[in-house]
């Protein structure tokens, strides 16, 4: 079951803009990871937070999380021809035992950064 | 570079079709998974491994099974194609994928 909903469902920026995408989701985490999609090609693993953190930076990208609203963002700054992208928030489930790094993904938001 | 790998990056079935899509990792990681995408629809589990001849239904398990005999490899067996599973296949160890193989079925 998707649990995840990305908002907003495409984004439109020029180069040098901040893009800042969120995500909502239902159950309770383990940790919640970012990943970037190239034009119908696999996802590539960006950041991972666990439940516990609340903000992770890494190079240009800022994600914060807020475990009372279920939700997260993802900020990409001074945005590059390059990030055009689909990006997919994923929640991995906090499981008594384990949940084996399953992963339950949200629709996606569609990036275009214009030069 | 951990490494994902599947056999084929496009495929084109027949309805009726048994399909094998393979999937190979060099991490020797004990979980992999395989996941199908469709527009609007996002990424869905179907089937995910624990260990080797370990296997556990996802989301969407229908129409589908699975083999691990061996840790490396992960197959996705469609027992009988058809149209309504024309999709892109993913296959993943925890924070890596593949490239993904779209499948057609005609």
């Known amino acids: 079951s998707q649990q995840g909903e990305e908002d907003p469902q495409a984004l439109s920026i020029q180069e040098g803009e901040n893009a800042t995408m969120n995500c909502s989701y239902k159950t309770s985490i383990n940790n919640l990871q970012w990943y970037r999609q190239n034009s119908g090609r696999g996802l590539v693993h960006l950041i991972l937070i666990r439940s516990n953190e609340r903000e992770k930076h890494s190079g240009r990208l800022r994600v914060t999380l807020d475990t009372s609203k279920k939700s997260s963002s993802l900020l990409i700054t001074a945005s590059r021809a390059a990030d055009t992208a689909s990006y997919f928030c994923a929640t991995v489930p906090f499981a008594g035992g384990t949940s084996y790094g399953k992963l339950t993904f949200g629709q996606g938001t569609i990036l275009t950064v214009h030069p | 570079d951990v490494k994902v790998t599947q056999s084929s990056r496009y495929l084109v079935k027949r309805t009726g079709e048994k399909v094998f899509l393979e999937c190979v990792q060099d991490m020797d990681h004990e979980n992999m998974f395989w996941y199908r995408q469709d527009p609007g629809l996002g ?38 194609a058809s149209t309504n599973q024309t999709s892109m296949y993913l296959c993943a160890i ?9 499948l057609t079925v005609v």
């Open chain 2, 94 to 102: 925890p924070g890596t994928f593949g490239s993904g193989t779209r």
């Open chain 2, 43 to 80: 990424l869905r589990l179907i089937y995910f491994s624990y260990d080797v001849k370990m296997k556990e239904k996802g989301d969407i398990p229908e129409g589908y099974s699975v083999s691990r005999e061996k840790k490396e490899r992960f197959s996705l067996i469609l027992e009988s």
